[in-house]
């Protein structure tokens, strides 16, 4: 696997959106070409190398090339956006966007990432040693096509409207989550090992969410349905069951209606 | 005005009988002629097909409907914008594309005039705004009469002349083209919770029936002998079944002759004729009832349709029949909008996935392709897909490939996950009809401009008519190598003239041309009845008054294009 290490050099006065840095738009390019490619600040279209030093060469396809992000990013946004394969390296916080609609490769974020990483997720792997923001993993505005695939991992907290309308994948916080996770979810799971906030599973109709810590406040539509023994993420332990949201429409497989899953740990 | 001669084309030209011949085409101050100086620009069109600029007959392209479309899905300009480019202002949207970006694409496609088909009369000005804002075509739009309380008073004792007289003032105010009817009654009942399934449903309250408001409209359409006949989207419109509810609205037209100076044959167009040929009782047993409405057709020849072919991609459907619109929104579990328009009319919103692996929505892909290959009059028979209800019109040079190619077509068959479903509930697979380029000029220029009373006016090359040309890579001559070369062709026009002035070269947008708005003039003897009964209307009922409901002056109708109908004598 090659390496391209790109470090800031020269910060953007706006916000810089970067949809080109992935591995797919790498491939096959050396130095001088990746700092060739466009990118825009603001609404002024300007290219990589005004803003990053690039060094090392690009893998022949994306599977084959690895991307280090050097320096603040904090105003950069779509790092690894619609990536397929390779690897993202962000050594430190970045803006928004990160991994969205990424459907296979691996990003790690060393530090924070802001709203709407992951955006309508498929396939590959987010791992973020910070916090994440707002509509991780959510579904574009509008759209009704949440994160179908893949994994997340937020070593931190993570922001409100996670997973809404996720419908597949996974989604781990080691920290809290802020209102309104999983809402409308069609699929998926998501694990809290922290606290959740209120709102939680709103207008959910399938998928899973399994809270370590308190809840602050549950949702009138989900009704209990017993205790079970459960091993989650590696823990084993006794859980509340509830199926919900009660309010909703609910599927049928084979005869059998099919309710989200909240499972609070006792 | 710059002359132009375009030289060594083919040119296809139902109205003056043009096969492919090679001929030159003159342009000079904005209409065809015979004959230009010296001096005039050559356009070489050699190995090319020239036609007339297409007409759009019934698209929902401006007004409130289409802009809580965009509004409530910003998911549709999601990759679908397009920057600044030379003349071009940027755009979004793919089923609901930005007012500029409609007027663009419907130019780079060879489109000189597009309709649209619903104006809620309220709302007049929200439409004159976004018709403004849509460069180079000509539009015209439709106001909506089937639901209209004051339609359906005086129709319930069979005034037809104060129909009439409503009707001309209404045109007037609203700066409107022709009578739409959607779903007669249903849409009045559902502001009850009810709707009209047959013509003979009463609606509530008004106890009328969709018949009598279907024949009233005709009676006085014809009474003031307007350029394009009612324009009717049926009762029960997509349901299992619903063919026979399309044939009992025909029926009403029959005997009826039509009156009328501008060449006009027909007295009824059945608009999106796809989503009202279904057979079977359930989406179980669902069929193709598209022979029984087109032997129908075929056989009266007062009635003109247009198709509504299905694109199979994810659109936005609108329409004013709101009943129908929950309807749908109980059936795919998708976002829906609904606006209640006061005394007039109401619409609905959902979005809508024409999926190639759900049976159904491949089955309405074949009725819709079925259809003008069933119809034996290229004349009376035109292309649309309702858009964006069965798909976006940017996808209309995908259904000439599909009408044009056999082949075509038995690719997208033998793609379709439940192809045996489809070839054994339509007729698909038995036709192996291939739309010719004369035939496809007749279906999208010479026959809905004829329909629309305009074939006077476009839809033709004859000296004398607008200079709307468009000239495509096509090669008549060649045969088709690969079917995907004339979705190709159609797409982007390599020189699209509109009234004279070249909007298109190679695809691009070079100029905005000069657009217009056509609406129909009607000179009507003073009908006091109606005009206190207006006044009376918008005093009791209406949310606004009547001073400010015109759609009036430069603001709302900068370039005018009227057509002029006087029934005083």
Known sequence: METVTITMKNAPALYLEADTITPDTFAGKNATQIAGLSVHEGNMPSTLGKYFEVSGNAGTTAADTKIVVKGDVKRVKYIGFKMSAGEVVIEGSTDQYVGAWMTGGKILAMGDVEAFAATAMRGGELIIEGNAGNYLGAAYRGDWRGMSGGKILVKGNAGSDIGMYMTGGEIVVNGDVDVHAMTHAEGGKLIVRGNAKSKLGGQMVEGSIYVFGTIDVMMPGFKPNGEIELEVDGTKATFAHFIGDTGERHKKKKGVVQYGNLYKKI | ?569
Request: aromatic fraction near 10%; proline fraction near 6%; glycine fraction near 8%.
């Open chain 2, 1 to 569: 005005m710059s002359e132009y001669i375009i030289k060594n084309g083919h040119v296809f030209d139902p109205v003056q009988g043009i096969k492919g011949d090679k001929k030159d085409i003159c342009i000079k101050d904005g209409k065809i002629v015979d004959k230009v100086g010296s001096s005039a620009k050559v356009i070489d069109a050699k190995d090319k097909t020239v036609m007339a600029g297409a007409v759009e007959i019934h698209a929902h392209v401006a007004g409130p409907k289409v802009n809580l479309g965009r509004i409530y899905r910003p998911e549709d300009k999601l990759f679908s914008c397009t920057p600044t480019k030379g003349m071009e202002r940027m755009g979004g949207g793919a089923s609901i594309p930005t007012t500029f970006k409609t007027g663009y694409e419907y130019a780079k496609m060879g489109y000189a005039v597009a309709m649209e088909a619903a104006m809620p009369p309220l709302f007049s000005r929200h439409v004159h705004e976004e018709i403004r804002d849509t460069p180079i075509i000509d539009e015209g739009a439709f106001p909506v009469f089937g639901n209209n309380w004051f339609v359906l008073e005086y129709l319930k004792n069979h005034e037809i002349e104060n129909t009439a007289a409503y009707i001309a003032w209404l045109l007037k105010v609203t700066k409107g083209y022709a009578v739409k009817v959607v779903n007669p009654g249903g849409t009045e009942a559902w502001a009850w919770g009810l709707n009209c399934l047959t013509v003979n449903d009463p609606v509530p309250y008004f106890d009328i029936t969709p018949a009598e408001i279907v024949k009233g409209l005709i009676e006085a359409n014809e009474y003031l002998g307007l350029p394009h006949s009612m324009h009717i989207h049926p009762n029960n419109l997509g349901n299992p079944g619903c063919y026979e509810t399309t044939l009992d609205t025909m029926k009403i037209a029959e005997g009826i002759k039509a009156k009328n100076k501008f060449g006009r044959e027909q007295v009824l167009h059945l608009t999106h004729t796809q989503f009202h040929s279904y057979k079977g009782t359930n989406w179980g047993d669902f069929e193709s009832g598209a022979k029984e409405i087109t032997d129908f057709v075929n056989k009266n020849k007062n009635i003109t349709i247009d198709t509504g072919n299905v694109t199979l991609d994810e659109t936005t459907t609108m329409t004013a029949d709101g009943p129908f619109e929950h309807h749908l929104t109980g059936l795919n579990h998708l976002k829906w909008a609904n606006c209640d328009v006061e005394l007039e009319t109401a619409a609905g919103v959902v979005p809508y996935i024409y999926s190639p692996g759900i049976s159904v929505c491949a089955i309405q892909w074949a009725i819709g392709l079925e259809i003008p290959l069933m119809m034996k009059d290229p004349m009376r028979c035109y292309i649309t897909t309702d858009h964006p209800n069965a798909g976006p019109f940017t996808r209309y040079p995908r259904v000439f490939k599909w009408l044009m190619s056999e082949k075509a077509r038995k690719t997208q068959i033998d793609s379709f996950k439940h192809k045996d479903k489809v070839l054994s509930q339509t007729a698909i697979g038995t036709l192996d009809r291939e739309i010719s380029l004369y035939e496809l000029a007749q279906m999208t220029r010479a026959g809905p401009a004829k329909s629309l009373g305009l074939s006077a006016v476009c839809g033709g090359l004859k000296p004398g008519m607008e200079a709307d040309v468009a000239i495509y890579n096509f090669n008549p001559e060649k045969p088709v190598a690969d079917p995907d070369d004339i979705e190709k062709a159609f797409s982007r026009c390599a020189a699209f003239f509109k009234s004279g002035v070249q909007v298109v070269s190679n695809g691009d947008i070079i100029s905005n041309g000069n657009k217009r708005t056509l609406w129909v003039n009607v000179k009507a003897k003073e009908n006091p009845q109606v005009m206190r009964d207006i006044a009376e209307k918008f005093v009791k009922y209406y949310s606004m008054t009547q001073a400010n409901y015109e759609a009036l002056g430069h603001h709302f109708v900068p370039n005018p294009y009227a057509i002029e109908v006087d029934v005083t004598s």
